[in-house]
């Protein structure tokens, strides 16, 4: 049985032992950066600077969310807008792989920056254990690259910290319960973010796209986990399938693009089942996204894939 109280205690003691300087730590505002950074700032306080890169691949408000809660939980931060630059390096960039190892790059030279100019010796990031498993080494396969794990240079300049390596999701979800964090029942959302949901290029236009089509499967799952009509999923969004097919609107061909919405239920993201969602729920997504995508979106379907064989994102 996991004891998250004894974690907390032990950890922060062990931060306290190990940072001697300044720390630096990847900010996301997901779970496990927001669990990683108030463990972080109860050892070493405003030693820890954390850092939000705004990619341009993040949810509909999200990054203007985050910067909100690094005040509340009086972090010293800073915020870069980086968005221009992360589109520009993805540009013609298909592979799924290749995209994951941009970013994670990217991201790293910047906090890299970041480290340089603040004199920062310490990269905390809040890798749990799916996320170094699945990257694979020696004795296992690389299913994908976690942007945190797989795009890590070789050269890096400063000394890595990773106090939730050890930790599957549920259990940092009860770290995040006892230290009363706003974030403990957020949904996972991938390092590269929106880019891998757009499978191919993850263009600017495209990512407008599903960044819509996101927000409108959170917004509608959400409403229906209040209305008591389903269980919340483990994770839910929408996949943009830049393959091109024949609709109709009012009296008017179109040639669009299509939508999948994902759902599924999980205990630690290494396998899951699809959700079983009412089609009066689905029914809703679609027509919205229907609504407010027209132009680009004529087709939606839902993913009734498991992992395996499927993996939760689709790149
Ligand atoms: P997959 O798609 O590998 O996803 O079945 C398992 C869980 O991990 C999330 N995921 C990532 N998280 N960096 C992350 O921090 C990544 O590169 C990454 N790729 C996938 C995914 O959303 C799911 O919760």
Not at 74 to 87: H, M, P, T, V
Not at 215 to 224: D, F, L, T
Request: negative net charge.
């Amino acid at each position: 049985m996991f004891d998250a109280e004894k974690f907390i205690e032990k950890t922060v003691d062990q931060l306290q032992e190990k940072i001697k300087g300044k720390a630096l730590i990847a900010f996301s505002g997901g779970v496990d950066s927001t669990v990683c950074a108030a463990l972080v700032n109860n050892a070493i306080g405003d030693r820890l600077i954390a850092v939000h890169v705004d990619t341009g691949y993040m949810r509909k408000n999200e990054s203007i969310d985050v910067k909100k809660m690094m005040e509340e939980l009086g972090l010293n931060y800073r915020f870069i807008d980086a968005s221009k630059e992360f589109y520009a390096s993805l540009k013609n960039v298909e592979d799924p792989e290749e995209k994951r190892k941009i970013i994670g790059e990217k991201f790293i030279r910047l906090f890299e920056k970041t480290a340089k100019e603040e004199g920062i010796e310490y990269l905390v990031q809040g890798t749990i254990a799916p996320d170094w498993i699945e990257s694979g080494d020696e004795l296992r396969d690389t299913i994908k690259s976690h942007h945190n794990v797989g795009g890590l240079p070789e050269d890096i300049a400063v000394k890595l910290v990773e106090p939730l390596r050890d930790l599957y999701k549920d259990e940092v979800r009860k770290v995040a319960r006892v230290l009363k964090l706003p974030v403990s029942e957020r949904q996972p959302f991938p390092g590269p973010g929106l880019a891998i949901r757009i499978i191919g290029e993850a263009t600017p236009k495209r990512t407008e796209v599903i960044r819509e089509a996101c927000y409108i499967v959170e917004k509608e799952i959400e409403n229906a986990v209040k209305q008591g009509i389903i269980e919340k999923p483990w994770q839910y969004f929408a996949v943009l399938i830049p393959v091109k097919t024949v609709g109709v609107q009012g009296d008017k061909r179109v040639y669009g693009y299509t939508i999948a919405i994902r759902a599924v239920q999980s205990v630690d993201a290494m396998t899951c089942k699809y959700s079983h969602i009412p089609h009066e729920v689905l029914d809703n997504i679609s027509i919205k996204i229907a609504n407010a995508l027209g132009n680009e979106i004529n087709r939606i379907v839902y993913d009734v894939t498991n992992k395996p064989p499927g993996t939760v994102e689709w790149e």
